[in-house]
């Protein structure tokens, strides 16, 4: 039963590289998000999907890219990482079909450092 | 837009004491309403959610809230605390009419003293 799984844990990356964080889910959710933690700052909503081949933007959407090829899937790309984009990233499901007012199932976390 | 917020950054109350967690939101129409917990290095876990039954919501570890429609609020109580309670503690707002997003609060960290 693992739920939402997120790779790698931990990553550190030079300025300017670019990098892909992985994000599955076998609970067959349509609706899978990518937010960020930094501190005081709560989690804010970077991009989601409702389905495979739909995706839109959240709050904090520059420098970040998405696509959503399989039901499963949900992969988060950094083009050009920047320091500021130093953080921990989550990767996050929820059914919708049936689902009103269903909550978020969480992966462990993925914890970025850009130099 | 819906916004969430969280008073008191930092809560720090005594073994057996009560936890009470405070979370305001802003929107016209009465969202759906959740806790979550946090746990060092963990993700995010459900505590409990409100979702327009019952105002009084019982969650898991013996955590409750109760929706006040008249105050905007949906604070998180505790009767007695547990050192196992000390975590970060998140609430989050999705619309009834949009819930592709969730907007969470900014955190409060429940220390637990001995």
């Known amino acids: 039963n693992a739920g939402v799984t997120q790779t790698p844990k931990f990553q550190v990356l030079k300025t300017g590289q670019s990098m892909t964080l992985q994000c599955a889910q076998d609970?067959?959710?349509?609706?899978m998000s990518w937010y960020r933690q930094d501190p005081g700052m709560g989690l804010r909503l970077i991009h989601y999907s409702v389905g495979a081949g739909i995706t839109d933007q959240g709050e904090v959407p520059n420098g970040y890219n998405v696509s959503r090829s399989t039901t499963e899937d949900f992969p988060l790309r950094l083009l050009s990482a920047a320091p500021s984009q130093t953080s921990v990233y989550f990767c996050a499901s929820r059914g919708l079909a049936g689902t009103v007012g269903g909550e978020l199932f969480f992966g462990e976390g993925s914890r970025l450092t850009v130099l | 837009a819906q916004s969430v917020t969280q008073l008191g950054s930092h809560v720090s109350v005594s073994e057996g004491a009560l936890v009470l967690l405070r979370c305001n939101y802003s929107?016209?129409?009465?969202?759906?309403l959740f806790w979550y917990v946090q746990y060092p290095n963990q993700g995010l876990q459900l505590l409990l959610k409100?979702?327009?039954?019952?105002?009084l919501v019982k969650g898991i570890n013996g955590f409750e809230a109760e929706f006040k429609k008249s105050e905007t609020s949906f604070h998180l109580t505790k009767p007695s605390a547990h050192m196992s309670d000390a975590a970060e503690y998140f609430c989050a707002v999705s619309a009834i009419d949009n819930f592709n997003k969730f907007y969470f609060g900014s955190g409060t960290k429940l220390n637990v003293k001995p």
């Open positions: 609970m067959n959710h349509e609706y």
């Open positions: 929107s016209s129409v009465p969202p759906y």
């Open positions: 409100y979702t327009s039954a019952a105002t």
